[in-house]
T-cell receptor
Framework: GAGVSQSPSNKVTEKGKDVELRCDPI?????LYWYRQSLGQGLEFLIY????????KSGLPSDRFSAERTGGSVSTLTIQRTQQEDSAVYLC?????????????FGSGTRLTVV | DAKTTQPNSMESNEEEPVHLPCNHS???????IHWYRQLPSQGPEYVIH???SNVNNRMASLAIAEDRKSSTLILHRATLRDAAVYYC?????????????????FGKGTHLIIQP
């Protein structure tokens, strides 16, 4: 597609349940990032994928969070045993590898509400 | 990545130019200056970036001070659709290896309010 696609756009889940969030990056973009944004706050980096290299997981807040990227394209962010503090908008971005020289394209995000 | 400082909010009138300042006094010689904006209920959107020279594109202009310790994003004729949070970010591609451990570091940005 023309942009970064994220699904679902909204997700309400019960505390303790697992959720999966999906990101379809722009075709050909080798770099993929996950961020989250709590209400009224800035963006918090979670994880970074670059081509076939091992992902940089340094931003994941706990071991309940994991992500994978299959075939260098689609990525799934999984949150296990969700907690209320996980409620936020989860944003995905992709870029050509030389992202620092050009712009990153963000999706519209998935709004996660844990009740 | 070096830190940037922006005003929390600014207000402007529709159809007037807007100058959004950003201070980055600790910028390194290889840091690029990037601007993004985030409209309500949307993900951030790339606006413009530059290194030393002023830059223009269809969305905005970027004026970079000669010492590179500050920059200004210029919206030549603001519309109501330009109301957003504007983020000024520094990226160093030399030490970044295509993305780096923290990606783009977003601060609080400037909340731009456009009055009709």
């Amino acid at each position: 597609g023309a942009g970064v696609s994220q699904s679902p756009s909204n997700k309400v889940t019960e505390k303790g349940k697992d959720v999966e969030l999906r990101c379809d990056p722009i075709s050909g973009h080798t770099a993929l990032y996950w961020y989250r944004q709590s209400l009224g706050q800035g963006l918090e980096f979670l994880i970074y994928f670059q081509g076939n290299s091992a992902p940089d997981k340094s931003g994941l807040p706990s071991d309940r969070f994991s992500a994978e990227r299959t075939g260098g394209s689609v990525s799934t962010l999984t949150i296990q045993r969700t907690q209320q503090e996980d409620s936020a908008v989860y944003l995905c971005a992709s870029s050509p590898w030389e992202g620092a020289f050009s712009g990153y394209t963000f999706g519209s995000g998935t709004r996660l509400t844990v009740v | 990545d070096a830190k940037t400082t922006q005003p929390n909010s600014m207000e402007s009138n529709e159809e007037e130019p807007v100058h959004l300042p950003c201070n980055h006094s600790t910028i390194s010689g290889t840091d690029y200056i990037h601007w993004y904006r985030q409209l309500p209920s949307q993900g951030p959107e790339y606006v413009i970036h530059g290194l030393t020279s002023n830059v223009n594109n269809r969305m905005a202009s970027l004026a970079i001070a000669e010492d590179r310790k500050s920059s200004t994003l210029i919206l030549h004729r603001a519309t109501l659709r330009d109301a957003a949070v504007y983020y000024c970010i520094l990226r160093d591609p030399v030490s970044d290896s295509g993305g780096g451990a923290d990606g783009l570091t977003f601060g609080k940005g400037t909340h731009l309010i456009i009055q009709p």
